[in-house]
């Protein structure tokens, strides 16, 4: 009975390389969020996403970031030519609105992503 | 707008009471969840509240009124363990949760 998984725990990039994180929500689930926490920040809402579709990306900023949930495999959230403010913790959480009352959004353990 | 305020830190002793407030004006309202947060880890599901009124869930309880935007989770026989980050959250139409700054709990023996 997994919960949320998120991978890699910790990532570390240089200025302008790519970064790559995943997100396997829990069994069952088929809508992922993703959030970011900046350091003594509350989290953040990015992107809301179904299996091949984006629901919600009002909270991505307009350029170096996407998002994708395809019909297999896990929810990437990609960075592209990182700079030193991308720096955070990025929380990926999984819902079931079919299965669940409350729709009660489950979080993974983030990726904490260090920008050198 | 969307706004949700929550104190930034809060004391408390072991085995005592305490309150956690949380107003909020936001565009739309769906629901509000508190969460548990430990230092360095994932934030954990606590309670829900939808509809005005108190819910009740062993230690923990959780209050709405949506007509004030305003709500509260009161953490009773505080323990040691408890000494963690709790976040208010309002869910809006599109199902997004937007949330407060968070409220630093320290519980002191």
């Known amino acids: 009975n997994a919960g949320v998984m998120q991978n890699p725990r910790h990532l570390v990039r240089r200025r302008g390389q790519e970064a790559r994180l995943r997100c396997s929500p829990m069994?069952?689930?088929?809508?992922v969020y993703w959030y970011r926490q900046l350091p003594e920040e509350g989290l953040k809402f990015m992107v809301y996403?179904?299996?091949?579709?984006?629901?919600?990306e009002s909270g991505m900023p307009k350029e170096r970031f996407s998002a994708e949930f395809p019909k297999e495999g896990p929810s990437i959230l990609r960075i592209q030519q990182v700079v030193r403010g991308d720096s955070a913790a990025y929380f990926c959480a999984s819902s079931n609105p079919w299965t669940s009352r409350t729709d009660t959004q489950y979080f993974g353990p983030g990726t904490r992503l260090t920008v050198l | 707008g969307q706004n949700i305020d929550q104190p930034t830190e809060m004391t408390a002793t072991e085995g005592a009471i305490v309150q956690i407030n949380c107003t909020y004006q936001?565009?739309?309202?769906?629901?509000l969840f508190w969460y548990q947060q430990h230092a360095g880890e994932a934030p954990t599901f606590l309670s829900y509240?939808?509809?005005?009124g108190l819910e009740e869930k062993g230690r923990f309880s959780s209050f709405l009124s949506r007509s004030k935007g305003y709500s509260y989770l009161l953490l009773k026989e505080l323990q040691m363990k408890d000494s963690a980050s709790y976040l208010c959250?309002?869910?809006?139409?599109?199902?997004?949760?937007?949330f407060g700054t968070g409220t630093r709990l320290q519980v002191f023996p």
């Open positions: 509240n939808v509809l005005d």
């Open positions: 936001t565009s739309g309202f769906n629901g």
């Open positions: 069994k069952g689930h088929s809508h």
């Open positions: 996403l179904q299996k091949e579709n984006i629901i919600d």
């Open positions: 959250a309002v869910r809006s139409y599109t199902d997004k949760l937007i």
